[in-house]
Every structure is written in C-alpha cells, then in structure tokens.
T-cell receptor, first 110, second 115 residues
Framework: SQQGEEDPQALSIQEGENATMNCSYK?????LQWYRQNSGRGLVHLIL?????REKHSGRLRVTLDTSKKSSSLLITASRAADTASYFC??????????FGAGTRLFVKA | DAMVIQNPRYQVTQFGKPVTLSCSQT?????MYWYQQKSSQAPKLLFH???????NEADTPDNFQSRRPNTSFCFLDIRSPGLGDAAMYLC??????????????FGPGTRLTVL
C-alpha cells in the first residue's frame, strides 16, 4: 500500500493566497521529500526534511514534519499562477526506494 | 546543463509490439530509476539500478525489462505492451548521499500510447 497519502486531492485558490497541502505516512522514515510536477512533465525536487527536523524553509515554501503523528505539510505562501501543478510527498522505503503519495493538484487562479 | 534526457517524448505502439524507451543522464549519478505514472496517480517504481546492480520491484510485471549498458544510459523494454501499459514513463537519477536522502532528478517523461 502507498506510504504517503495526501490531502486535499485538489485545491483551488486565488493568486496571493497561501496553499497548504498535507501528507500522512504509515511507517518510520529517515526523511521526507516534496516534489512538484507540472502537467505532462517530470517531477522536480522541492525540499527534503530529515526525521530529526521539524521545519524547513526554502523561499516561499515551508515544510513541517511531525514524526509523532507521521505527517508533513507543505505551505506555499503568496501563491502565483505559475505555482499551478501537482505536489507529491515522498518517503524513503529503505535503500534507494522512494514511495510517492497520490499528490495534491493545486490550481492558482490569476 | 547537467540533466536527464528521455527519448522519445511521445511513443505510440501497437498492442503486443515491443517498444524501448531510453534515458540518458549527464549528472554521473550512480542510481537510475524507472517509474510508471498513470493519469492522476503517483509515480510507481518499476526498478532501479545502483551502478550495475539491478533491483526489480516485486510487483513489476515480467513484461517490463531494463538494461543499463553504462553509467549514462538506461533503457526500458516493454516486451508485449498491453492497453493497460499506456502511461507516462519517468526516468530519474540520484547520487549516493553519505548523509542519506536520495534527491531524485527526473527526466521529462515518455508518454506511451498503446493502440
């Protein structure tokens, strides 16, 4: 079964608003990653947070990790139309294997 | 620029006709991956190579094979494509990070259509 489950499945907001996406997972992890995928393209790595970290920032992105609840959130502040994409969380599953969640489809209206 | 390249971007094949998808990288990464992604779903790992060591996922159908003749190139062979194999196929690479956390670099994907 999938390691990561994401919520919501789809999110539609106005430009300038913040977007929050959540990810829950089932087993212990060493790290969790977030990726972005524009329609019909490959994935792009956004940020990695390790299991001993609680929060990490990168530009307009803020990621939190709560290992006690086995959950993570990705916050995009001051969203732009160009942020329209699918966002996936990904957890390590041993060795080089990474398991991706089903993703959140974000639509930012201009 | 260092990158992951997939060819072709779009591939149309007939039911049962073998097809090969290719991936090349200029990142000199040890690990190369093949994922299958169907519409609105998560990428699903088919297999990966760590250098020449091949690692097949347990639920990857026998219909899917892979070759890695050198560090730069990796191929996905679908021996007898079925209608259910129509999907986007993503190649990715990563390096072996001492500190762990295998950030993956993805190619643009090959969209396979099976007629």
């Amino acid at each position: 079964s999938q390691q990561g489950e994401e919520d919501p499945q789809a999110l539609s907001i106005q430009e300038g608003e913040n977007a929050t996406m959540n990810c829950s997972y089932k087993t212990s992890i060493n790290n969790l990653q977030w990726y972005r995928q524009n329609s019909g393209r490959g994935l792009v790595h956004l940020i990695l947070i390790r299991s001993n970290e609680r929060e990490k920032h990168s530009g307009r992105l803020r990621v939190t990790l709560d290992t006690s609840k086995k959950s993570s959130s990705l916050l995009i502040t001051a969203s732009r139309a160009a942020d329209t994409a699918s966002y996936f969380c990904a957890t390590d599953a041993g060795g080089f294997k990474t398991i991706f969640g089903a993703g959140t489809r974000l639509f930012v209206k201009a | 620029d260092a990158m992951v390249i997939q060819n072709p971007r779009y591939q149309v094949t007939q039911f049962g006709k073998p097809v090969t998808l290719s991936c090349s990288q200029t990142l000199n990464h040890n690990v190369m991956y093949w994922y299958q992604q169907k519409s609105s779903q998560a990428p699903k790992l088919l297999f990966h190579y760590y250098d020449k060591d091949f690692n097949n996922e347990a639920d990857t159908p026998d219909n899917f094979q892979s070759r890695r003749p050198n560090t730069s190139f990796c191929f996905l062979d679908i021996r007898s494509p079925g209608l259910g194999d129509a999907a986007m196929y993503l190649c990715a690479t990563s390096r072996v990070a001492v500190s762990g956390g295998n950030e993956q670099f993805f190619g643009p994907g090959t969209r396979l259509t099976v007629l």
